[in-house]
DNA sequence: ATAAATCATCGTAATATTGCAATATAAATA
DNA sequence: TATTTATATTGCAATATTACGATGATTTAT
């Protein structure tokens, strides 16, 4: 059977540059509290086992363990293995390639403030 | 009939505080290839109708003016109507909030990059 | 050696997201 | 008025995400 429809619920991503999948990613995994609470308490301590997250966070430890591993896979934070425990850390470079590109959007904005649906 | 288990597939939101999650619906709006190519068109043109958007990118119609229906409801974009057509343009402020928190955890990994998984 | 602690993986249930055709709406134009 | 242009909405199919219990693997402590 064939089907007159794309395929569905998926991202299309053969027209995009490199760079809006990898940026877009990295917003992606950012884009739940969760993990915005994770990367929030990993900067407010500045290193980290993953037993301290899930008591700060509403979810039981293998749903922490799967937003940990989203946040890795995007490569925001790095987790070695210290004893059996692991210390998750974000990486510097990657988030500030993030905030670069975004940093143009707010440099070009902000110039064309007045020009732009007034 | 009772459920044993919570509600699944929904995210959990009332441990979280209002900026965390006003913030992750920020970055889940950017998380997607085609928004991030919607907002670096606009940024490039520095003002846009939705049709030149739909040119730009390899998404029918009704699926861009969902895409855009996301970005407005995040807050990252404004769309002003201008005969029949509408000009969307980004709000300075809201990116600014998102990129000034992402900033601080920018500048706090900077001075600790030594004390962390070495 | 056994038990406890820490974290990952698997399986699964429920909801969310993505994409498009069809259609609706509203303004501009002929 | 009728048609074109620009955009939004609805409905639906398919995949993705979120969450947790059960379980596995590894290291530390007893």
Redesign the pocket.
Known sequence: MQ??????????TESYTEKQIRLAGIA?AL??P?RMAILDHLVKVNAC????I?EEL?????????????LKQAGLIR?T?E????CYCIDAQVLAEFLGHLGTWQDRIQTASETCCK
Not at 49 to 52: A, E, L, M, T
Not at 58 to 64: E, K
């Open positions: 089907y007159k429809y794309m395929k569905m619920g998926v991202t299309k992606k884009g739940h969760a086992i993953c037993s301290d899930v509403p979810l039981a430890q293998p749903t922490v363990s799967q937003h940990l591993r989203e987790g293995v004893g059996n425990a692991v």
